[in-house]
Each structure stands twice: as structure tokens, then as C-alpha cells.
């Protein structure tokens, strides 16, 4: 239950961050998505993948929340240090300065990439091991 907790907590920074963070990046020329709109997107996904990890906690879930933070991560980090330049409708989003709001949440991202990634490797050994406990109990009553 822990790793749920923890995991849905980095899902929920980094969508209150994207949050506050939206409002101030809503410009965009006609044809283009806002980065705006793109966090605000970020943030509902964060939000609905770190409700469905905390209420489930399934292998699912953690995939998903795998995605979500680690493409979040990936996202900040890409943009931070490489300046793309705007493609399709999207915006060049280069900004090379950290700030508490984007340090926290890379931090948040991470951390929620490494817990969803060990959810993720820790229902996949509990449902590995459900059926050999179960083939093990079977041998001992036989014995």
C-alpha cells in the first residue's frame, strides 16, 4: 500500500504543478496546441493514472503510471537541455532555466517513474509466484 501512496503522490505533484503552471503558457498562433493546453493534459492524465493506482494498484495501473511520469520526465528533461524546435501542432517548448515549479516537478516525475517501475516489477513477480506457491502447496499435501 505504501508504493501505491507514494507513487500516486508523485502522480499528484506533478499535476499540481502542471496546473499551476498552465495558465501562464496558453498563447499559441493558430494551428498550434499551447503548451498550456499540453500541460493541462499532462496534469488530467497524472490525476486519473495516479487515482487508478492508489484505488487498484494493478500491474495496469503501474504501466500506466510508468508512462505518465517517465514521459513527463523525459519531456522536461528533453527540453530543458535541447531546444526543438516546433513541429506539427506542436510548440517549441525550449526553456533552459530551472525553477522551484519545474524542479519539483522533474523530481516528482522521476521518483514516479522509479516507484511505478518497481510496482510494476512487484505485481509482475506477485503474479508469477501465485501460481508456484499454489503447484508448491499442491506438492507438500501429495508428500
Same mark, same amino acid.
Given at each position: ?77 528533453? %527540453?530543458? %537541455? ?11 517548448? %525550449? ?49
Amino acid at each position: 500500500m505504501v508504493l501505491r501512496i507514494l507513487t500516486a503522490v508523485a502522480l499528484f505533484i506533478d499535476a499540481g504543478v502542471h496546473l499551476f503552471l498552465a495558465p501562464g503558457h496558453q498563447d499559441a498562433p493558430p494551428g498550434v496546441i499551447s503548451q498550456g493546453t499540453l500541460f493541462l493534459l499532462e496534469a488530467a492524465a497524472a490525476v486519473l493514472v495516479g487515482l487508478w493506482v492508489l484505488v487498484r494498484g494493478s500491474r495496469a495501473s503501474y504501466a500506466a503510471a510508468l508512462v505518465v511520469a517517465f514521459s513527463a520526465f523525459a519531456a522536461v528533461m528533453l %527540453y530543458r %537541455y535541447v531546444d526543438v524546435p516546433a513541429f506539427g501542432p506542436f510548440p517549441a517548448m %525550449y526553456d533552459p532555466v530551472w525553477f522551484f515549479s519545474k524542479t519539483l516537478s522533474a523530481v516528482a516525475e522521476g521518483a514516479g517513474t522509479i516507484l511505478a517501475a518497481a510496482g510494476l516489477v512487484r505485481s509482475n513477480r506477485a503474479r508469477r509466484g501465485a501460481p508456484d506457491a499454489a503447484r508448491h502447496d499442491t506438492v507438500r499435501r501429495d508428500t
